[in-house]
């Protein structure tokens, strides 16, 4: 009898004795590695990746691994993925076709265009100064210019960010048109021409590129009509044969 209480005192000292060892070194001994979902900084789980050997690279328990580094809390994207703001687009997405609104075909050579913003990003990258071609692009007002000798200039943006942007030339002879406002919708028809360096008539453009004559052809024989709308407002419409005014642009 005398040797089983000595035994099963020395089962229970070593028992304390390996859970003060294992506490003194820090081997996965939190409650919380196996435990609660975690707050927003993972503290429920493995006190945010400090408690235990394991917690330090995220391998135990919900609060590191779960809903507290990789979910929710986590404000630094080094260490579990980053936080819902970290990437968020400073600027909305290219519109919608409904947002447009109404508008003509945009025509090229008697041959209907499709929207080709993605050729007009590489044409102002690979295209000399003055290469022209017809153009049909969307997007968002991203910055507005002062009106110069009867016409609107104001940039759009080609992909959802200031990184591709386009400037929109429209002379006013040919309708009147909503003052553009950063962020409204736009579509435009017209002539694309890189413009990165002065000519004899024009200064380069401040975006590298323009697209003009976004408007109807008083002479549809000699040139294809373009068209602009903004925010949804077609413009462009009105032909203004008499008028005496530039129509080249």
Not at 123 to 130: A, E, F, H, L
Not at 197 to 223: C, E, F, L
């Amino acid at each position: 009898m005398t040797h089983s209480r000595v035994r099963g005192l020395g089962w229970v000292l070593s028992g304390v004795i390996s859970l003060a060892t294992t506490t003194a070194f820090g081997l996965n001994v939190s409650w919380a590695d196996y435990g609660g979902p975690g707050n927003s900084n993972g503290n429920g789980g493995c006190q945010n990746g400090r408690s235990g050997q394991n917690c330090q690279h995220g391998n135990q328990g919900q609060g590191n691994q779960g809903q507290g580094n990789q979910g929710q809390g986590n404000q630094n994207p080094s260490h579990g993925g980053a936080s819902n703001g970290d990437y968020s687009n400073p600027r909305p997405s290219n519109p919608r076709p409904e947002e447009i609104g109404d508008a003509p075909s945009c025509m090229a050579k008697n041959q209907s265009l499709a929207v080709n913003n993605t050729q007009v990003a590489s044409w102002k990258s690979s295209t000399p100064n003055q290469y022209l071609a017809r153009a049909y692009v969307t997007g968002r007002v991203s910055e507005v210019y002062p009106d110069r000798n009867g016409h609107k200039h104001f940039s759009i943006s080609l992909d959802g960010t200031r990184n591709v942007t386009l400037e929109v030339v429209y002379n006013d002879e040919f309708g009147e048109c909503p003052a553009p406002k950063d962020g409204q919708t736009v579509s435009a028809c017209g002539d694309y021409i890189t413009s990165t360096k002065a000519t004899a008539q024009y200064q380069p453009s401040p975006d590298g590129a323009i697209i003009h004559w976004v408007h109807m052809a008083p002479n549809p024989d000699r040139h294809d009509s373009g068209f602009l709308t903004i925010n949804g407002s077609l413009c462009g419409m009105v032909n203004p044969n008499g008028s005496g005014g530039r129509r080249q642009h």
